[in-house]
């Protein structure tokens, strides 16, 4: 209760000031290091095709999803869903073409991230932070 009414205290300050808030949401945490059991996998000569209990994620995220919820309601305030995009249909994908998208058991690699591109790119260019990114030259 107090994490949801000082986050929302401090999103009325930043929009106030007229800048939109784009939230990520969790991503899917496995019951694995899935980077190592594909590893491990491979050693044995097997292909893993890891399962993902989608419910359990839910179960253990319900206050979360309810708090990021009621956040999206606020003006000027985006919340973006990587499982939108990392579980289709509620089934999530773990492994593409045999690599590993999670470098850890809660972290994303730079092919897990590379999945959600195309939702960041929209939500960040409707709000127009991709043009305040600074760019290399």
Known sequence: QAFERLL????????????HVTILGPVPELPMN?????????MRGVTLEPSYDFAAFERRQARVMAT?????EKPGVAVVQPHDVLCPG????????????YRD????????????????????GATGAAEATPRRP
């Open 90 to 101: 509620r089934v999530c994908q773990l492994v593409e073409n045999g690599d590993p998208l």
């Open 8 to 19: 929302m205290r401090t999103l009325d300050e930043i929009s106030g000031r007229g800048v």
């Open 68 to 72: 990021l919820a009621r956040l999206a």
């Open 105 to 124: 058991d809660n972290h994303l690699n730079h092919l897990g991230a590379a999945k959600l591109r195309g939702l960041l790119a929209r939500i960040l």
């Open 34 to 42: 899935l980077t190592s059991a594909v590893l491990k996998a491979r």
